[in-house]
């Protein structure tokens, strides 16, 4: 349950790894004789994969300073700690005027939903506080959605879980219209 955990089997449903993925972390790797430091997205190669060699040990998990909003919501088959059907994180950056949206357990790895990303800011300002209708955070999630691959399983059908992407994404949007930020 650790980030280390997480980066560690890159397991795409663990919770951590679409935080790290939206946020542009960077992760830090030591061996006794060198230490390397990766880009998240450069960091998680393959399903279950990543980037560190044997005589290496994750260190440290170094993730920028965003002004702006910053949220998380997963689906799961019960109210309790449980593995995620679905999950997705939400990085509103106000001063550079982007957002930034990573889904977990919705394909083989943690994907970034760069298409719609780019399609938003091409929609709206994204500078600031956020000015966004309900139609266009409905839009946005429909649009993310099209970029995960899901598949069935013993914990939901890939139906479901395009569906709950979906969901999460937009109502993860409007959720940042509402923030402080």
């Not at 939903?113 to 209708?133: C, H, P, Q, V």
Request: glycine share 8%; proline share 3%; aromatic share 4%.
């Amino acid at each position: 349950g650790s980030l280390g955990g997480n980066l560690g089997t890159c397991s795409p449903a663990g919770d951590g790894l679409p935080v790290l993925s939206a946020c542009d972390a960077m992760v830090h790797l030591r061996s006794a004789e060198s230490s390397r430091d990766f880009s998240i997205h450069d960091f998680m190669i393959g399903v279950k994969r990543n980037a560190r060699r044997s005589d290496e040990l994750i260190t440290a998990v170094s993730i920028p300073l965003i002004a702006g909003f910053q949220g998380y919501a997963k689906v799961g088959t019960r109210n309790a700690m449980v593995i995620s059907v679905a999950s997705a994180c939400l990085v509103h950056d106000s001063v550079a005027g982007n957002v930034r949206l990573a889904f977990g357990a919705v394909a083989p790895t943690v994907v970034r939903a760069r298409n719609a990303e780019a399609w938003l800011a091409n929609a709206t300002s994204l500078r600031g506080k956020l000015d966004i209708s309900q139609r266009l955070a409905q839009e946005f999630g429909r649009r993310a959605a099209e970029e995960c691959s899901p598949i069935d399983d013993h914990r939901s059908t890939a139906a479901y879980r395009r569906h709950a992407v979906a969901v999460l994404a937009e109502r993860l949007l409007l959720r940042a219209i509402t923030s402080n930020t």
